[in-house]
């Protein structure tokens, strides 16, 4: 598990079935921290409290998800919001970590992890 985990900052990752197909519903999940992108732009990284074993529709096989990188969806805008109260839900794009080995790096490859939908990250109700 990566050093900075940060059980406090709780949330749900929803993927929006209208635009990214059908998913099933992720258990909560925590926030560990950020990734630098090949770009150089921020991603953060969220694990959820237990896997989730689903269709991947680049093979047509299976494959399970539980870390992810995820990132604001429009310009401007920014995952934490949620959490200084200042947004509901942020749009985001989200990826499946591919490559475990990125779990303790501050940054990644794109071929790390593999783009799968589009959704909204939201505090966890306490």
């Known amino acids: ?14 993927v929006d079935q209208e635009e990214s197909g059908s998913y099933p519903a992720f258990p909560p999940a925590s926030l560990l921290g950020t990734k630098t992108a090949p770009d150089g732009s921020r991603y953060y990284l969220v694990v959820l409290d237990r896997p ?6 680049t093979t047509d096989g299976n494959w399970t ?11 401007g805008e920014d995952m934490v919001d949620i ?6 839900s942020v749009p985001v794009g989200i990826g499946n970590v591919i490559n475990l080995g990125i779990l303790d790096s501050p940054t990644f490859e794109w071929n790390d992890v593999e783009y799968f939908a589009v959704g909204y990250v939201r505090p966890v109700e306490h």
């Open 1 to 14: 598990m990566p050093k900075d985990e940060s059980p406090e900052y709780r949330l749900r990752v929803d």
């Open 83 to 88: 959490f200084k109260g200042t947004r509901d």
């Open 65 to 75: 998800i539980q870390y992810l990188l995820v990132k604001a969806k429009f310009q």
């Open 52 to 57: 989730v074993t689903c269709k991947r529709y």
